[in-house]
């Protein structure tokens, strides 16, 4: 069942102001660009390239609609084939930009995943979501970066191809390279070689790990992929030793505060990021897919608030938090810091008001 965001002015347990945390600047870094795309703008996107949307995707409402994990994988895959050239992967990546702008949010690592999109060259596809996040940038002041990110299912040469592409044709906003696709679909050690290429090039790593319960891919992932983030990775909570390992190197973790997935249990991701923030991990909250499986990251905010008891002080660390997490340069980390400092310091009095201007 869909958690249902607090409404304006009402304020969530220990006082904090709904108001508040949806003011609060923002920076995520575990999003993906296909999960962002409103229905809306799919069926718009559809509809001018003759591709058939589930009903799930097309009922006219503002969140897609589906019972399952196979039934949301569908739209997913309806959605990317509905991007088909680059003025539309410039819309996409504007809109959600600018969706997620009205809800505080400053900086976000895009993953991107290029093969999901045959049809279109890398260069193509890039020059549209660097077009639309740069207008998103210069309209609202939301920073963008992106990870391309390999799909597992295509296995591991395909994947040292497509970081081949990327390499020939640099960008200065493409700041690293992703693993995503089905858990169970390959191992983290068919991708050494593609990992090891763009680590060479100066490319950072992340990749999605132990969303579904296996830390021995995490594993794979610290030892042989040698990531420097850990996307999800719910399963370290399994392995003491390995929850006692990533406590040490303080290797960030994208946790997502998942409120609205039909075939998740709710309550139990809850109560494993609640875990994983009291073990001590060095933890971030992001949306994942916003307009897919949850909502934007202001509303994950305020529900998050509510069952970890945030006070102001813990407000403001995971307002931070993504931006420590983050692949971006020294320059624009510090720029950012700064300026959520300065923002946190002005929201700060009215943290337990709903009178935020």
Same mark, same amino acid.
């Given at each position: 069942?869909?958690?249902?965001?607090?409404?304006?002015? /009402? =304020? *969530?347990?220990?006082?904090?102001?709904?108001?508040? &945390?949806?003011?609060?600047? $923002?920076?995520?870094?575990?999003?993906?660009?296909?999960?962002?795309?409103?229905? $809306?703008?799919? %069926?718009?996107?559809?509809? +001018?390239?003759?591709?058939?949307?589930?009903?799930?995707?097309? @009922?006219?409402?503002? +969140?897609?609609?589906?019972?399952?994990?196979?039934?949301?994988?569908?739209?997913? &895959?309806? *959605?990317?084939?509905?991007? !088909?050239?680059?003025?539309?992967?410039?819309? %996409?990546?504007?809109?959600?930009?600018?969706?997620?702008?009205?809800?505080?949010?400053?900086?976000?690592?895009?993953?991107?995943?290029? !093969?999901?999109?045959?049809?279109?060259?890398?260069?193509?596809?890039?020059?549209?979501?660097?077009?639309?996040?740069?207008?998103?940038?210069?309209?609202?002041?939301?920073?963008?970066?992106? *990870?391309?990110?390999?799909?597992?299912?295509?296995?591991?040469?395909?994947?040292?191809?497509?970081?081949?592409?990327?390499?020939?044709?640099?960008?200065?906003?493409?700041?690293?390279?992703?693993?995503?696709?089905?858990?169970?679909?390959?191992?983290? /050690?068919?991708? %050494?070689?593609?990992?090891?290429?763009?680590?060479?090039?100066?490319? $950072?790593? =992340?990749?999605?790990?132990?969303?579904?319960? #296996?830390?021995?891919?995490?594993?794979?992932?610290?030892? &042989?992929?040698? *990531? #420097?983030?850990?996307?999800?990775?719910?399963?370290?909570?399994?392995?003491?030793?390995?929850?006692?390992? =990533?406590?040490?190197?303080?290797?960030?973790?994208?946790?997502?505060?998942?409120?609205?997935?039909?075939?998740?249990?709710?309550?139990?991701?809850? &109560? @494993?990021?609640?875990?994983?923030?009291?073990?001590?991990?060095?933890?971030?909250?992001?949306?994942?897919?916003?307009?897919?499986?949850?909502?934007?990251?202001?509303?994950?905010?305020?529900?998050?608030?509510?069952?970890?008891?945030?006070?102001?002080?813990?407000?403001? $660390?995971?307002?931070?938090?993504?931006?420590?997490?983050?692949?971006?340069?020294?320059?624009?980390?510090?720029?950012?810091?700064?300026?959520?400092?300065?923002?946190?310091?002005?929201?700060?009095?009215?943290?337990?008001?709903?009178?935020? !201007?």
């Amino acid at each position: 069942m869909r958690a249902e965001p607090n409404p304006p002015g /009402s =304020t *969530v347990q220990r006082g904090l102001s709904a108001d508040y &945390l949806r003011a609060l600047p $923002k920076a995520e870094v575990h999003c993906h660009l296909e999960g962002c795309v409103p229905p $809306k703008t799919a %069926v718009r996107l559809a509809a +001018r390239h003759g591709v058939t949307l589930p009903a799930g995707a097309r @009922d006219g409402g503002d +969140r897609y609609r589906f019972r399952n994990f196979d039934e949301g994988l569908e739209i997913y &895959l309806a *959605v990317c084939r509905s991007i !088909q050239t680059a003025e539309d992967f410039e819309a %996409v990546t504007y809109e959600s930009l600018m969706t997620a702008a009205e809800g505080g949010l400053r900086y976000r690592e895009i993953a991107f995943n290029p !093969q999901n999109h045959p049809e279109l060259s890398y260069d193509t596809m890039m020059g549209g979501i660097l077009a639309g996040a740069r207008a998103a940038e210069e309209e609202a002041g939301v920073v963008s970066r992106i *990870v391309v990110a390999i799909n597992r299912q295509f296995g591991g040469e395909a994947a040292l191809n497509l970081v081949r592409d990327v390499l020939a044709h640099p960008h200065d906003e493409v700041v690293a390279i992703g693993l995503d696709g089905d858990e169970k679909a390959a191992r983290p /050690s068919e991708f %050494v070689a593609a990992y090891d290429l763009a680590r060479a090039a100066g490319l $950072k790593l =992340t990749a999605h790990a132990g969303e579904h319960g #296996d830390s021995t891919e995490m594993v794979e992932c610290l030892d &042989l992929l040698r *990531v #420097d983030r850990i996307d999800h990775g719910y399963a370290a909570l399994l392995d003491p030793a390995l929850l006692a390992r =990533t406590v040490r190197s303080q290797i960030p973790y994208s946790a997502c505060w998942f409120i609205d997935y039909p075939e998740l249990e709710v309550e139990g991701r809850r &109560l @494993d990021v609640a875990a994983m923030a009291a073990a001590g991990l060095n933890m971030c909250l992001n949306s994942d897919d916003p307009a897919l499986i949850g909502p934007e990251l202001h509303d994950d905010f305020i529900d998050a608030a509510a069952h970890l008891e945030w006070t102001v002080e813990d407000a403001e $660390k995971y307002a931070l938090a993504g931006i420590d997490a983050s692949f971006a340069d020294n320059a624009t980390v510090e720029r950012l810091r700064a300026e959520f400092t300065a923002e946190l310091e002005r929201l700060r009095p009215g943290a337990y008001s709903a009178d935020i !201007q």
